[in-house]
């Protein structure tokens, strides 16, 4: 492939409401690629985890539709979203509380949602977010795939062929796919399980380093094969 020609992309991980730690890390995206790669393509891929815990999750979904000049856009769907994806769907008191617990009542209120006076409503749930925010999330991707690797929120259930992967495990999995040297055929680059810093592996590099749990938020730049990556990847953390 022609130098010129060749693509960078940069992969986030879970975000999870935190629009300052975002906004900086777009930033410096931003000036990196102007610097080094002024004359190739740029995609920045999301790793799904916009919201809850943190305080902005409206803040950052729109600054992410916003996108950057210049910039393609790949937005994934992580399992956050889809809890919020089933409340929109159901007033069952299991899918809210099971929303709440791991951090939703910040995203509502984000939105002007108040759980307090307006219990679990669905419809009042989607004139919160609108059309825009709605439309957006109904277009999140399961993953991306690209040359040698593939970005997916969660992970891939080992011993199974791509054709076969679930969408539960896309979004779920952890210690099955995070404890495995499965190759998959090509390299692994996910969110969801927290670590203190990026984690690299022979099929996986994970970048979720606890954004929204006093953690960075972190990009992998990917502008070199996979082989070549795992040996000496770069990382922008904010």
Not at 81 to 96: I, P
Not at 144 to 163: M, Q
Request: aromatic residues 10%; hydrophobic residues 35%.
């Amino acid at each position: 492939m022609n130098a010129s020609s060749q693509t960078i992309h940069y992969v986030i991980g879970d975000i999870h409401g935190q629009f300052d730690q975002l906004c900086s890390l777009l930033n410096a995206i931003e000036s990196r690629h102007r610097w080094k790669h002024a004359d190739k393509k740029a995609i920045i891929v999301y790793l799904g985890d916009y919201i809850d815990r943190g305080p902005r999750s409206r803040s950052v979904i729109n600054r992410v539709m916003e996108g950057i000049e210049g910039f393609e856009s790949i937005c994934l769907k992580g399992n956050h979203e889809d809890l919020m994806l089933r409340c929109l769907e159901t007033e069952e008191r299991s899918a809210w509380n099971t929303w709440m617990a791991v951090g939703g009542e910040p995203t509502l209120k984000s939105f002007g949602y108040d759980l307090f006076y307006e219990k679990y409503n669905s419809a009042r749930l989607a004139e919160a977010l609108g059309e825009a925010t709605l439309n957006w999330l109904d277009g999140l991707e399961l993953f991306y795939r690209h040359s040698d690797f593939l970005c997916v929120h969660a992970g891939l259930l080992p011993n199974v062929t791509f054709e076969n992967q679930k969408e539960k495990d896309m979004l779920w999995i952890r210690r099955q796919f995070l404890d495995s040297d499965y190759d998959f055929g090509f390299g692994v680059i996910h969110g969801h399980t927290p670590s203190d810093r990026p984690t690299v592996k022979p099929n996986r590099i994970g970048i979720d380093t606890g954004a929204g749990q006093d953690g960075e938020l972190t990009a992998l730049v990917v502008d070199r094969a996979w082989a070549e990556l795992i040996r000496e990847p770069t990382f922008i953390s904010i």
